[in-house]
């Protein structure tokens, strides 16, 4: 059973180009959580998604930014018309159910993808 | 904001010592965890504690929660140079439910 995979593990972007980080939860998890990593800080949650449905954005930047989880394949979060504060690394982790008090399920995180922008 | 805090921010100890860390948080919570990120790595889950529990075991994990103080610690204990990594506590917040907040981590360095 594979673990959250994340790719590409690198991406570079030149200013005003798009990255698309992509994460495949472990299998039988339905639930999808975007954290963003900046150096020397903790993880700032993004977004929290289940198939096909966004459930919180509370923590995505309201302009280019935006995330999808379809029905079949992967996760993916997309960034338009990168800056250079867009340069962070980018966490994905699932969970099977929703992560509430009723379940207190732990989330299994994928190893990022680092986004440099240059 | 509800994002912890942790202290210190690095610790550097030598292998076989224990090794304490400590988090704080600012609004009522259902549970606690404590996570551990390896360089250039994602987050391995090490320990849960919840809200009505005030102290909990795993292996030579040993972590307290206080609830009247909006604190907890995460003591290691008999530190394996293996056990160098960020570690980090997250907290969910009552009323939200969906997101946890992460503090910003304290960098343990084991000396062997």
């Known amino acids: 059973n594979a673990g959250v995979m994340q790719n590409p593990r690198h991406l570079v972007r030149r200013r005003g180009q798009e990255a698309r980080l992509r994460c495949s939860p472990m299998?039988?998890?339905?639930?999808v959580y975007w954290y963003r990593q900046l150096p020397e800080e903790g993880l700032k949650f993004m977004v929290y998604?289940?198939?096909?449905?966004?459930?919180?954005e509370s923590g995505m930047p309201k302009e280019r930014f935006s995330a999808e989880f379809p029905k079949e394949g992967p996760s993916i979060l997309r960034i338009q018309q990168v800056v250079r504060g867009d340069s962070a690394a980018y966490f994905c982790?699932?969970?099977?159910?929703?992560?509430?008090?009723?379940?207190?399920?732990?989330?299994?995180f994928g190893s990022g993808t680092q986004l440099s922008v240059l | 904001s509800q994002q912890g805090e942790e202290d210190p921010q690095a610790l550097s100890i030598q292998e076989g010592e224990n090794a304490t860390m400590n988090c704080s948080y600012k609004?009522?919570?259902?549970?606690l965890q404590w996570y551990r990120q390896n360089s250039g790595r994602g987050l391995v889950h090490l320990i849960l504690?919840?809200?009505?529990?005030r102290e909990k075991h795993s292996g030579r994990l040993r972590v307290t929660l206080d609830t009247s103080k909006k604190s907890s610690s995460l003591l290691i204990t008999a530190s394996r140079a293996a056990d160098t990594a960020s570690h980090f506590c997250?907290?969910?917040?009552?009323?939200?439910?969906?997101?946890?907040?992460f503090g910003t981590g304290t960098s343990l360095t084991v000396i062997p």
């Open positions: 609004t009522s919570i259902n549970n």
């Open positions: 504690i919840r809200s009505n529990e």
């Open positions: 998604l289940q198939k096909e449905n966004i459930i919180d």
């Open positions: 299998k039988g998890h339905s639930h």
């Open positions: 997250a907290t969910d917040a009552q009323d939200t439910g969906n997101q946890f907040y």
């Open positions: 982790a699932s969970s099977p159910t929703a992560w509430n008090t009723a379940t207190n399920e732990k989330l299994f």
